[in-house]
C-alpha cells in the first residue's frame, strides 16, 4: 500500500462515522473503514460505525440497496460526505 493510501485511510479512520454526523447529527467513534466500490480505489473509503457498517441498519446489514434507500445515501455520496468531514477538521 502506497503511503498515500494509508495516511488517507489511518485520517479517515478518525473521523466519525459519517451516516451519524451527518443524518442522525451526532459523532460516533470508534469507525470502522468501509471499501467503497465506485470508484474501485484503494483511496475510495469510508467511515462507518460498526451498526453502519456491519450492523442491522448498515451497508452490508441491509446490503447496499436498501442502504441506500433507507439512509438516501449511495457510496458516491458516502465519499462526497467523507471528502466533506475532512474539509471540516472533524
Known amino acids: 500500500m502506497a503511503k498515500a493510501t494509508k495516511n488517507h485511510?489511518?485520517?479517515?479512520?478518525q473521523?466519525?462515522?459519517i451516516v451519524c454526523l451527518y443524518k442522525l447529527d451526532i459523532e460516533t467513534r470508534p469507525v470502522e473503514?468501509?471499501?467503497?466500490?465506485v470508484p474501485a480505489d484503494d483511496c475510495a473509503v469510508a467511515p462507518?460505525?460498526?451498526?453502519?457498517?456491519?450492523?442491522?441498519t448498515g451497508v452490508h446489514g441491509l446490503h447496499r440497496r436498501t442502504f441506500e434507500r433507507v439512509w438516501k445515501l449511495d457510496e458516491?455520496?458516502?465519499l462526497a460526505l467523507t471528502k466533506r468531514a475532512i474539509a471540516e477538521g472533524r
Open 9 to 13: 485511510i489511518d485520517r479517515v479512520s
Open 15 to 17: 473521523l466519525p462515522c
Open 33 to 37: 473503514v468501509h471499501h467503497v466500490s
Open 48 to 56: 462507518l460505525c460498526v451498526e453502519h457498517h456491519r450492523g442491522p
Open 76 to 78: 458516491v455520496g458516502l
